[in-house]
């Protein structure tokens, strides 16, 4: 968060705890976006990363009358996030220590081996990605690779619909580049 969106964010949450909606909204737009990449920098794009995300939202929704204006907002702010995801990695973390693998069932269930050369083609593109600026990589990875819709990764990103559309064309445009086109192995994006 800049200094001046701390500003605009300590002004928005008095407005909102004096009880204008148009400020909270607003206020909630931004901790939205601020959420989603303070989030998505330490857990990638795991997906339960969204569901902190609300909670962190939920939590200051909660917290509303009791922040004090005098107070620094983004500490205020990225602790509650903060506190949401730890609370979220303590509870994945003993889920997986009582998940028990059958193994016999995933290796029935294993998917086959791409071929060589798909292989090859499937590394290179994801090391295309990696090598993407971090906006068109988010906006890449969320439409191709969790699927999301164009809209779902606008909400998610704080973005327009329009603006995932273009980022998305000029990331396609160097991955397109970046991993090389052959008549037989052109992506498909």
């Not at 220590?97 to 791409?114: G, I, K, L, N, Q």
Request: charged share 30%.
């Amino acid at each position: 968060m800049t200094p001046e969106q701390e500003r605009q964010a300590t002004g928005w949450m008095t407005s909102a705890q004096q009880g204008d909606a148009r400020a909270y909204e607003a206020l909630l737009m931004l901790l939205a976006r601020d959420a989603r990449g303070f989030v998505g920098r330490r857990v990638g794009f795991a997906d339960w990363g969204e569901d902190v995300v609300q909670e962190a939202l939920l939590t200051v929704h909660r917290a509303l009358r009791t922040y004090d204006p005098q107070r620094p907002f983004g500490p205020w702010f990225y602790a509650i996030v903060n506190s949401r995801l730890v609370d979220a990695l303590r509870a994945r973390r003993r889920q997986t220590s009582r998940e028990v693998v059958d193994d016999e069932v995933v290796a029935t269930h294993a998917a086959e081996a791409p071929s060589p050369a798909a292989q090859h083609l499937q590394d290179r593109l994801a090391e295309a990605v990696a090598c993407l600026p971090r906006v068109q990589r988010e906006v890449v990875s969320l439409l191709k690779y969790e699927e999301l819709s164009v809209r779902d990764v606008a909400s998610r990103l704080g973005m327009t619909e329009g603006a995932v559309k273009a980022t998305a064309h000029r990331g396609y445009k160097v991955l397109r580049r970046l991993v090389g086109e052959t008549g037989e192995h052109r992506p498909t994006y």
